[in-house]
């Protein structure tokens, strides 16, 4: 339900009649824009606070100073509202709101218990296979030494389904002890593998201080049993755990998972160093860095934060409501300054996830040496994030000096075109913003209707599509525009650019040099046709290569994808009595086109729904009937 006033906004009206149920409200400038999202218990009593008090924040005097227009939609219950108030925010990105990039994805190790043998394997995206999830992890590194630890303790593959079926004899894994050969009858027992797994699944739960005493026993009755070799095994295993285990900062038997979040800020940078423990062992940080609204005035002389602005509780609460309604929270977070709204948050998680989900700040001795530690990571990442963005405007305002722009180019696009002599075409457009890559804001285009290798046109068509779109939907232009070729691209970027009546001047070509090596490329803008030649070490021409090597990699990536695709289904498409369904059956089954291709009529066979003249269809359509 919204309650809008198309007439000039009347507060004092609207506060009158409007609700004390909890829900959410939108505030709106005169472009009808919304500037700023927020949740509210009672409606009439938080919106009236915007307008009935004076604020000593000045990014709230600023925001309510631009309201034109207020709307607001009704919940039932609070945990509703602070839902719909993530998803508008995601959503409209409204300037006044703290937003923290939500395209980030956090990998998981996954075991596949359905199988007769599991095995351990690296995840990430949606978890639709059937097993178990273990995670998240910050990043990929973390995951695969994980699996390359637990690997040298317990010997559970890591092969693939479509390899582990069709072994005829141990893989090298077997051969260095890393595997237990579960693929060639006769290695190892059903029931040692399934002691292995139940194993590394209790390592992951955090359970290890009862693996090694369950390791611990089994090493005492080997010994009493004269199997010493087993013996030694069990010992080494037990060994391997302990050495892991010394490598943790707290390692504490039957710890909850936990995640510690810090906060450190300066100037108009904040950054949030996560700590994730799970099972009472450090899996690794994570950094992330918020867009958060800060007039300038908001900064004193020194460049120290406002203290007394509630930045640190506000980006605290945006970061458990925005990081956590997507990824699951653990049972307790450790937060560095308190948060708005506690008991509402706690009940949202719990709800989310199935299970308690406390929030404290830290009172005990272990949970400050546990800050202490996160604040340290916040910090680190702070001046490396301020070192970096220091460096990158050099590099902007060097470009802008080169190119003689007015401003440094904050916001840059960069094209390139890629294709295998003349097929599958397709062109990048990668976006820079502040001197780096924003890949949620790239595009690329199935470039149709042209010559085969007619590289010119394909230019021109993949600028037209995209800069009528910019123009059609109102999106801001970029300040510059990198074109990688030469005069005859530059040209037909001019010549798109005079169609649609857009400034030419925002447009640069990059050359490759002599002997097309790095270093030697040369610029050319629509009023140097003579091209700019830079020193190999300008930090202009440094920065031009990096957005060209950008676009080219994502090309190339975009093309290869296309090409693999066409040949895929232009194959097996060809194959009569086989359709979609079947075709998606048989590269589930073998894991790709050229494992069919080489399977034996007897495999063919073992793929759910292809009978036997099927199979012998298909053996023959790629190997010739007799």
């Not at 005492?220 to 069990?234: M, N, Q, W």
């Not at 949030?272 to 800060?294: E, I, Q, T």
């Not at 640190?312 to 609460?317: G, N, Q």
């Not at 190119?403 to 599958?424: V, Y």
Request: charged letters at 25%.
């Amino acid at each position: 339900m919204a309650e809008t006033e198309q007439k000039k906004f009347d507060i004092e009206a609207f506060l009158k009649h409007l609700t004390q149920r909890p829900g959410v409200y939108r505030m709106l400038d005169e472009d009808d824009e919304i500037i700023y999202v927020g949740k509210a218990k009672n409606l009439k009593r938080r919106v009236s606070s915007y307008f009935k008090k004076k604020h000593d924040e000045i990014k709230t005097r600023a925001m309510v100073a631009q309201v034109a227009r207020v709307e607001v939609t009704v919940t039932d219950t609070e945990s509703e509202a602070l839902i719909l108030e993530n998803t508008l925010i995601k959503r409209y990105k409204p300037r006044y709101n703290i937003l923290f990039r939500d395209d980030k994805s956090y990998p998981y190790i996954f075991v596949s218990t359905t199988k007769t043998y599991p095995s351990l394997s690296y995840h990430r995206g949606a978890k639709r296979r059937r097993g178990r999830y273990f995670g998240p992890f910050p990043n990929a590194s973390a995951v695969h030494q994980t699996l390359h630890a637990l690997q040298k303790i317990f010997p559970v593959r890591q092969c693939a389904e479509t390899v582990f079926q069709n072994r005829s004899r141990p893989c090298l894994q077997y051969q260095i002890k890393r595997c237990s050969g579960p693929c060639i009858e006769g290695l190892v027992s059903k029931e040692q593998y399934d002691e292995d797994v139940a194993h590394t699944m209790a390592f992951l739960e955090g359970k290890s201080f009862e693996v090694i005493e369950s390791l611990g026993h089994k090493m005492e009755a080997a010994a009493e049993a004269l199997e010493f070799e087993k013996a030694g095994d069990y010992r080494d295993k037990i060994q391997a755990l302990r050495a892991i285990q010394s490598q943790h900062l707290i390692n504490q038997p039957g710890a909850k998972d936990m995640d510690v979040v810090a906060l450190a800020e300066q100037g108009n940078v904040v950054c949030l160093a996560v700590m994730m423990y799970r099972g009472g062992s450090l899996w690794g940080s994570d950094h992330h860095f918020p867009k958060a609204y800060r007039p300038k005035a908001d900064v004193s002389a020194d460049g120290a934060s406002n203290a007394e602005d509630g930045l640190a509780t506000e980006v605290l609460s945006a970061f458990l409501l925005q990081h956590y309604l997507t990824f699951p929270a653990p049972h307790k977070i450790l937060l560095s300054n308190p948060v708005d709204e506690k008991a509402g948050l706690e009940a949202l998680l719990a709800d989310k996830t199935r299970h308690k989900v406390q929030l404290k700040q830290p009172s005990s001795q272990t949970d400050k040496g546990l800050m202490q530690l996160a604040q340290t990571n916040a910090q680190t990442g702070l001046k490396q994030r301020l070192t970096q963005r220091a460096s990158q405007q050099d590099r902007l305002q060097a470009l802008q000096t080169v190119l003689g722009l007015g401003e440094a180019p904050d916001h840059m696009e960069c094209f390139d075109i890629s294709h295998t002599q003349g097929q599958q075409t397709v062109a990048s457009c990668v976006v820079f913003k502040e001197g780096v890559p924003e890949p949620s804001a790239y595009r690329k285009f199935n470039i149709e209707g042209i010559q085969g290798g007619d590289d010119y046109a394909a230019m021109h068509q993949a600028l037209t599509r995209r800069y009528k779109r910019v123009l059609s939907e109102q999106q801001p232009m970029p300040d510059l525009i990198v074109i990688d070729g030469g005069k005859g691209q530059l040209n037909q970027a001019i010549d798109v650019f005079d169609e649609l009546g857009l400034d030419t001047q925002r447009l640069v070509s990059v050359a490759k040099g002599e002997g097309r090596k790095a270093g030697l490329e040369i610029l050319y803008t629509p009023l140097n046709r003579e091209g700019i030649d830079l020193e190999s070490d300008d930090m202009a021409l440094h920065l031009v290569n990096y957005i060209r090597d950008e676009a080219h990699r994502f090309a190339i990536t975009s093309h290869r994808r296309r090409r693999q695709k066409a040949q895929t289904q232009s194959q097996l498409q060809d194959i009569p009595g086989v359709g979609a369904k079947t075709r998606q059956k048989l590269l589930t089954h073998f894991g790709g086109l050229q494992e069919v291709k080489n399977a034996a009529m007897s495999e063919l066979q073992k793929v759910p729904g292809i009978s036997a003249s099927l199979a012998q269809t298909i053996y023959d359509f790629y190997h010739g009937e007799v």
